[in-house]
């Protein structure tokens, strides 16, 4: 079972450069998101997505598109990369945004903007 | 609104000892609770859930959590501790809205164990 796929793991971008950030799940879940992990700072919600064809803003999503390409699909993009972007960036799916349904995350993807 | 306080980002334990991580949240509606478990260059991993009835909630790896409503608190404890348990813990209550409408899921901040031989 691949669970939720990220790619790249590794990233290193220059001040203004753009790029997206890949995540697919095979779980058959409806709902899908985007974290930000940074020290000392816990998960911070960028976008979420309720079902395919749907998404939202979370807690940081300035900076950020997301598209949600199909059920089984959800990217972020970074138009113009920050030195503030610099984090770890995680992608999760449930079942649905409601309720009991945990989450299952992928192994992340580290960003580095300089 | 909702929100979690993990008490001590650290904590420190030999191995064979009670590993005891301190969760506190605030919920305007009855919340679903999680632990998550991250080890080293990796995702969260679900340790346990709190959802209804039973308040003593059993997960993976020998840990369990339970749900006091009088103390608005969900702590998660084992009784030995383990070299592999060595990860950082987080604390979840879903509750509340996202922008969008939906339920908001907010994590603590996290509290890192350590296992000494």
């Known amino acids: 079972n691949a669970g939720v796929t990220q790619t790249p793991k590794f990233q290193v971008l220059k001040t203004g450069q753009s790029m997206t950030l890949q995540c697919a799940q095979d779980?058959?879940?409806?709902?899908m998101y985007w974290y930000r992990q940074d020290p000392g700072m816990g998960l911070r919600l960028i976008y979420y997505?309720?079902?395919?064809?749907?998404?939202d803003k979370g807690e940081v999503p300035n900076g950020y598109n997301v598209s949600r390409l199909n059920k089984r699909e959800f990217s972020l993009r970074l138009e113009s990369a920050a030195p503030s972007q610099t984090s770890v960036y995680f992608c999760?799916?449930?079942?649905?945004?409601?309720?009991?349904?945990?989450?299952?995350f992928g192994n992340g993807t580290r960003l580095t903007v300089t | 609104a909702q929100s979690v306080t993990q008490l001590g980002s650290h904590v420190s334990v030999s191995e064979g000892a009670l590993v005891l991580l301190r969760c506190n949240y605030s919920?305007?509606?009855?919340?679903?609770l999680f632990w998550y478990v991250q080890y080293p260059n990796q995702g969260l991993q679900l340790l346990l859930k709190y959802t209804t009835g039973a308040t003593l909630v059993k997960g993976i790896n020998g840990f369990e959590a339970e749900f006091k409503k009088s103390e608005t608190s969900f702590h998660l404890t084992k009784p030995s501790a383990h070299m592999s348990d060595a990860a950082e813990y987080f604390c979840?209550?879903?509750?509340?809205?996202?922008?969008?409408?939906?339920?908001?899921?907010?994590f603590g901040k996290g509290t890192k164990l350590t296992v000494n031989p």
């Open positions: 999760a799916s449930s079942e649905a945004v409601r309720g009991p349904s945990p989450l299952h």
């Open positions: 779980m058959n879940h409806n709902s």
């Open positions: 979840a209550v879903r509750g509340g809205k996202n922008q969008g409408g939906s339920e908001k899921l907010v």
């Open positions: 919920s305007s509606v009855p919340p679903y």
């Open positions: 997505s309720a079902s395919e064809g749907t998404t």
